[in-house]
Nanobody
Framework: QVRMVESGGGSVQAGGSLRLTCAPS??????MGWFRQAPGKEREGVAC????????YYADSVTGRFTISRDSSKNIVYLQMDSLKPEDTAVYYC?????????????????????WGQGTQVTVSE
C-alpha cells in the first residue's frame, strides 16, 4: 500500500506563495493529484498530472495561479501555489486520482481509502 506524505503548508497572507511537496512512500507510476478539503466541504480536485508529467488538469478556481509538477527521478510531486486567496484555505492532500482526464476532470478517491495521508494545512489570511 502506497501512502502519501505531504509537506510545505503554512500560514500566509493573501497574495503570498507556498510550495507543497508530496513524497509517496512507494514508487508512484500513476497519475497524481492534489486535492483539498475545507471545513464543512467535500474534498475537491485542485490539480492533477499524468504519469509522465505531460498532461495536467487544474480546477477553474486555481487556473493561472497554481502549477503542478513531478520529479520522477525523486518520486516527488509538487504544487506551486501563487497569488493565494483566503478561499484557498484548506487541508491539502496528494494521491492518485480515482478518475482523471487531462483538462477535463480530476476526481478524488473515496474518503475511506487508505491511500490518503495526513495532509498539510494551508491558511491564507486577508
Amino acid at each position: 500500500q502506497v501512502r502519501m506524505v505531504e509537506s510545505g503548508g503554512g500560514s500566509v497572507q493573501a497574495g503570498g506563495s507556498l510550495r507543497l511537496t508530496c513524497a509517496p512512500s512507494g514508487r508512484s507510476l500513476y497519475a497524481m493529484g492534489w486535492f483539498r478539503q475545507a471545513p464543512g466541504k467535500e474534498r475537491e480536485g485542485v490539480a492533477c498530472i499524468g504519469s509522465s508529467g505531460g498532461t495536467t488538469y487544474y480546477a477553474d478556481s486555481v487556473t493561472g495561479r497554481f502549477t503542478i509538477s513531478r520529479d520522477s527521478s525523486k518520486n516527488i510531486v509538487y504544487l506551486q501555489m501563487d497569488s493565494l486567496k483566503p478561499e484557498d484555505t484548506a487541508v491539502y492532500y496528494c494521491a492518485p486520482p480515482d478518475q482523471y482526464s487531462s483538462d477535463e476532470y480530476c476526481k478524488p478517491l473515496t474518503d475511506d481509502d487508505a491511500t490518503w495521508g495526513q495532509g498539510t494545512q494551508v491558511t491564507v489570511s486577508e
